[in-house]
């Protein structure tokens, strides 16, 4: 049998591309239209489900005269791009390479749309992450940067609490000391009434100062221990302080780490949605 019998007419191979391109079309996973043409007209086309409300019925019509499958006719070569809404009704991405019979002749074109709106969908929605993104880790930001700033508030206040502790103390010691005054006046006091009494009459002013300076101790002592239960009482509270303070500090600290933990979330989430924006621009 010679070569030239066994040749397909240019017919039958745009039919064989036009069944296999069929099988292609199923294959695909993402909403696709495969179109063929022969050097003037579109020959076949099909189309998904939801291609079909949206896309022009091209068969046995002449294409255009200018964009890919001219391009592809006249080069030879694969052509590649955008295809705007209006030309077929909906925005596409395209890719035509021509046909060859087996004399290497230019018999037709096979164009394979990908519809964009899986990949707008897949961009907005990289783009809303990616705001979103930016906007959390702003106000992680400022969170992080008000959780340190109340940590180191907090251990301002601790170390003033820590002062006035230290000066209450100073003021027990004192208080100690004018009691430890006020008991002697005391003494001396009464040792006075005492030596006044032995000096009958000619005591008796004595016996008046003597009984003045009893008095005043005794009011002195009783004033010492009143102070001293309201330093006590403030002690306590300032204790109290100290250890709530200790806490809240704990807490900031504790904040400011977890802030910058997610602030680091963040970030990674952002780079991914940066990741899936470029493999949507290849879709």
Avoid at 62 to 81: N, T, Y
Avoid at 158 to 186: H, P, R, W, Y
Avoid at 204 to 226: L, T
Wanted: aromatic share 4%; proline share 2%; net charge negative.
């Amino acid at each position: 049998m010679k070569d030239n019998e066994c040749k397909m007419t240019d017919e039958q191979l745009l039919e064989l591309v036009a069944e296999i391109s069929s099988l292609f079309h199923q294959l695909i996973p993402v909403s696709n239209t495969i179109t063929l043409t022969d050097r003037e007209k579109f020959t076949h086309q099909f189309m998904g489900e939801e291609a079909k409300k949206h896309t022009v019925y091209l068969v046995g019509k002449p294409f255009p005269s200018h964009g890919f499958i001219p391009k592809a006719i006249k080069s030879g070569m694969l052509q590649r791009g955008i295809v705007a809404k209006g030309e077929y009704g909906v925005a596409f991405k395209n890719q035509t390479i021509p046909v060859k019979n087996h004399d290497g002749n230019i018999i037709g074109t096979v164009t394979l749309a990908l519809s964009l709106k899986n990949q707008n969908d897949l961009k907005e929605a990289t783009d809303s992450i990616s705001s979103s993104a930016e906007q959390l880790a702003a106000a992680t930001e400022e969170i992080a940067s008000a959780a340190n700033s109340l940590s180191s508030s907090v251990s301002e206040v601790l170390g003033q609490t820590g002062e006035i502790m230290k000066l209450i103390e100073q003021t027990n010691s004192i208080l100690d000391f004018v009691n430890n005054v006020a008991t002697n006046s005391k003494l001396l006091g009464l040792n006075a009434a005492i030596e006044a009494a032995r000096a009958g009459d000619s005591g008796r002013g004595f016996a008046v100062v003597a009984d003045e300076i009893r008095k005043m101790a005794e009011n002195s002592a009783k004033s010492v221990n009143e102070t001293k239960k309201i330093i006590s009482s403030i002690n306590e509270k300032i204790n109290h302080l100290f250890h709530v303070t200790q806490e809240l500090s704990g807490i900031a600290q504790t904040q400011a780490a977890t802030t910058e933990e997610i602030s680091a979330s963040i970030q990674n989430l952002a780079q991914v949605s940066q990741t899936v924006r470029k493999i949507s621009d290849i879709i």
